[in-house]
């Protein structure tokens, strides 16, 4: 059974950087047949996908344009987990944070808690 | 990008009744196309794939129907379990594979 445990700071100052970190047990941040995602949601934005990282014989990563400039997906395979970077945060960057596993050929099959994470001063 | 728009918002239903939720596509997103529902305080869990295959352990009141632009989810008798937030997604287009706004199944 797949599962993802996040963890982090529920708070971060403006213009400062948000950090997460999704913890894989029963699968690998590694595997051939999986990417690994970030995806947050906020009233006003709803579900947003933010970024992935994958890999297929190397790593690669691609992020949503809206956020593309301020982010950063990293795999860390000697903890198998992955993380999520985001700088300079506005109070707009204010939401729930999920990690999630897109299965090839399928879609979020499994996900993270959620982190309430939010940018106040 | 793709905009995915569910409606009605909001759905009444007595325990017991059929709930049918709606997700338009603005273009065509072929068989795409996923459900998930998600309760207060809890991640979204995927229900539906490929428009009409129950994930794991999801029961056989789910169903999900629909290609190209519209898709339904057919809830065939609401349990008590199910009031929930409904959201469709496609992953045609992926990434960034968008979501829709999503359906507040309540009770009537």
């Known amino acids: 059974q797949v599962q993802l445990q996040q963890s982090g700071p529920g708070l971060v100052k403006p213009s400062q950087t948000l950090s997460l970190t999704c913890a894989i047990s029963g699968d690998s941040v590694s595997s051939t047949s999986a990417s690994w995602s970030w995806i947050r949601q906020s009233p006003s934005r709803g579900l947003e996908w933010l970024g992935r990282?994958?890999?297929?014989?190397?790593?690669?990563?691609d992020y949503a344009v809206s956020v593309k400039s301020r982010i950063t997906v990293n795999p860390d395979t000697s903890k198998n987990q992955y993380s999520l970077e985001l700088n300079s945060v506005t109070p707009e960057d204010t939401a729930v944070y999920y990690c999630?596993?897109?299965?090839?050929?399928?879609?979020?099959?499994?996900w993270g808690q959620g982190t309430q994470v939010t940018v106040s001063s | 990008e793709i905009v995915m728009t569910q409606s009605p918002a909001t759905l009444s239903v007595s325990p017991g009744e059929r709930a049918t939720l709606s997700c338009r596509a603005s273009?065509?997103?072929?068989?795409?196309l996923a459900w998930y529902q998600q309760k207060p305080g809890q991640a979204p869990r995927l229900l539906i794939y490929?428009?009409?295959t129950r994930a794991t352990g999801i029961p056989a009141r789910f169903s999900g129907s629909g290609s190209g632009t519209e898709f339904t989810l057919t809830i065939s008798s609401l349990q008590s379990e199910d009031f929930a937030v409904y959201y469709c997604?496609?992953?045609?287009?992926?990434?960034?594979?968008?979501f829709g706004g999503g359906t507040k199944v309540e009770i009537k």
């Open positions: 997604q496609q992953y045609n287009n992926w990434p960034p594979g968008t």
């Open positions: 999630a596993r897109k299965s090839v050929g399928l879609t979020f099959d499994y």
């Open positions: 490929g428009a009409s």
């Open positions: 990282t994958y890999f297929r014989s190397k790593w690669y990563n």
């Open positions: 273009q065509s997103v072929s068989s795409n």
